[in-house]
């Protein structure tokens, strides 16, 4: 058969489909991509694309300070972390200086879902429990322990006993909502009613794993106290708490390197991924000493590529880039002004009936009516089509899919955040009447 290189999309497509099957892809028309910089993409017939979704790419596509690192130490070794080798130790001592004095291990793995798979390995043989408590509709991983963690992907009929649920901190559409005063507490008692639950049923409670911002709720952020009650609701079930950094982690919520950091709290356990590498598969667990050596001692732990040469280098070089360049001040800056301007913007549009989120990780919730709030996910799906043919790709998201989703690499500047916002601007204003209404 001839180069699928040398395909037009549509057949690329077809092949694609007769060798992987009809998996998921992104947009009604798939993207064939096939060049990236900064913030820009290019797809094969030439047109840019501003990438105001990739939060993976948190240095920006093909950050050459990256691919320098990458392909030397590429050239030099890679194998795996049973050698001593400077890169990993040095790794590893950078990111434990920017956690809290007591999450002094890491442990490196290749993805999110293997780091949250190992912390609940930890939290269990620590606390002898095994119930993990999550948030309505999160994401956190693929393996077969987190899958059951991630019911907004995985359509799992029964769900494990041992998986407690308990409702997002969401004002705008939730159980509690501004009319109370005392929503954050409100909602933390659900983690207390949850591992009572768990009890009660035989598993106990091991964890509360929870995202610092909710992801997969749209970039909801909680009101301030619920995390600290949260955590303490946990702690005192005599679980641990695994703070879950896949998405908010790395500088993205441009007050603070950790998402957990901005309230206040101290988890047990934290899991990064995602950004580490920019687009390499590299991530980690960061744990209490004693954590660790319980792990190590009762089962062992090794992973051929986590923290190999070749990794450890990459996110390394990711962090040179961070700090050198001051993303996350970068985030504090472009994603301070995108807010502004977005509850602007709800001024001129009846459609936008909420924002959240902070730092460069937004949510633009549309609605069918402010009153009732309907979810309109029909006409955040044509925003997101429509603004991808003008060359801004965003996604929609939320339990709902009714949430514009904005999470771009954080070299993302002013200009690139106000071309983000006319085109955002643009595509409300044209969507069709008759999707306006109509609720998911
Ligand atoms: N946790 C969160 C919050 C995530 O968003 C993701 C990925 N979407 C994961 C864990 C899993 O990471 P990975 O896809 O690298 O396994």
Do not use: E, N, W, Y
């Given at each position: 058969p001839a180069s699928p290189a040398a395909l037009s999309t549509p057949a690329l497509l077809e092949r694609r489909q007769a060798v992987l099957g009809k998996t998921y892809m992104f947009y009604n028309e798939p993207l064939e991509l096939v060049r990236g910089r900064g913030c820009m993409l290019y797809d094969a017939a030439g047109k840019e694309y501003l990438d105001c979704y990739n939060n993976v790419a948190n240095v920006g596509h093909c950050h050459p300070y990256v691919l320098d690192a990458l392909t030397r130490q590429a050239a030099t070794l890679n194998t795996n972390s049973r050698y001593l080798h400077p890169e990993i130790v040095r790794l590893g001592e950078r990111l434990s200086a920017t956690l809290p004095a007591h999450l002094d291990t890491l442990v490196f793995v290749c993805t999110g879902s293997e780091a949250n798979d190992l912390a609940v390995r930890m939290a269990r043989l620590i606390s002898g429990s095994e119930g993990v408590v999550i948030t309505e509709n999160s994401y956190h991983g693929n393996t077969t322990t987190v899958a059951p963690l991630s019911l907004i992907d995985y359509?799992?009929?029964?769900?494990?006993?041992w998986v407690a649920t308990v409702p997002p901190p969401n004002l705008y559409r939730g159980l509690y909502g501004q009319d109370v005063n005392d929503a954050g507490r409100r909602y933390a008692e659900h983690v207390t009613q949850a591992a009572q639950k768990l009890v009660a049923d035989g598993p106990g409670m091991a964890a509360l794993m929870i995202d610092s911002i909710f992801d997969a709720n749209g970039a909801l952020v909680p009101p301030p106290d619920y995390m600290p009650l949260a955590y303490e609701a946990a702690k005192k079930a005599g679980a641990l708490v695994i703070a879950d950094e896949v998405q908010m982690g790395f500088g993205r919520s441009g007050t603070h390197m950790w998402g957990f950091e901005a309230f206040g709290v101290q988890p047990d356990i934290v899991t990064m991924g995602k950004p580490m590498g920019n687009g390499h598969p590299v991530a980690a667990v960061a744990t209490r000493r004693d954590i660790a050596e319980v792990l190590q001692k009762q089962t062992g732990y090794f992973n051929t590529f986590g923290g190999n040469t070749v990794s450890a280098a990459v996110a390394n070089a990711c962090l040179d880039v961070l700090i050198g360049e001051d993303l996350q001040g970068n985030a504090a800056r472009s994603g301070t002004w995108l807010m502004k301007e977005l509850n602007g913007l709800m001024q001129r549009h009846e459609i936008i009936g909420h924002i959240q989120g902070r730092g460069l990780f937004l949510g633009v919730e549309l609605v069918?009516?402010?009153?009732?709030?309907?979810?309109a996910k029909f006409a955040a799906r044509w925003v997101r089509e429509r603004m991808k043919m003008l060359g801004v790709l965003v996604s929609s998201t939320g339990p709902h899919g009714n949430i514009i989703k904005i999470r771009p690499?954080?070299?993302?500047?002013l200009a690139d955040a106000a071309r983000c916002l006319e085109t955002l601007d643009r595509a409300l204003s044209e969507v069709p009447a008759d999707l306006r209404t109509v609720a998911a």
């Open positions: 359509d799992i009929k029964d769900k494990p006993g069918t009516d402010r009153t009732t709030r309907g979810p690499p954080l070299v993302f500047s």
